[in-house]
């Protein structure tokens, strides 16, 4: 069973960056979508970004802040996040589901989730 690892959370300053990191060693991932969620406290989990073989996609809040990736050497998908601001703090969640035609922005349609890593933005 895959499972997601997700690293690279922390504390940053409004302004900042942080690059996430989604790794899983049971698969290769480049046969899977991976998706990016978030969720803050008291809120609902939100689409942040995904990425398949053909497309790739973001919500409506990155306004560009954000990029994907996917490195097939390293076997992992990046989360690169820049100007990052306060209420971009919350866990930040990888999933993956084997590949279909064209990445979700909805939760239901992932089958593995990581644990999720913390991210805070605060001065």
């Known amino acids: 069973q895959l499972r997601p690892v997700e690293s690279g959370g922390g504390l940053v300053q409004p302004g900042g960056s942080l690059r996430l990191s989604c790794a899983a060693s049971?698969?290769?991932?480049?046969?899977?979508?991976i998706g990016w969620f978030r969720q803050a406290p008291g809120k609902e989990r939100d689409f942040v970004s995904c990425?398949?073989?053909?497309?790739?996609k973001y919500g409506s809040f990155v306004k560009g802040r954000f990029t994907i990736s996917r490195d097939t050497a390293k076997n992992k998908v990046y989360l690169e996040m820049n100007s990052l601001q306060p209420e971009d703090t919350a866990i930040y969640f990888c999933?993956?589901?084997?590949?279909?035609?064209?990445?979700?922005?909805?939760?239901?349609?992932?089958?593995?989730w990581g644990q999720g890593t913390q991210v805070t933005v605060s001065s």
């Open positions: 999933a993956a589901v084997q590949a279909r035609d064209g990445c979700s922005g909805y939760p239901r349609n992932y089958a593995y």
């Open positions: 049971e698969a290769d991932l480049d046969n899977y979508e």
């Open positions: 990425i398949d073989e053909s497309s790739l």
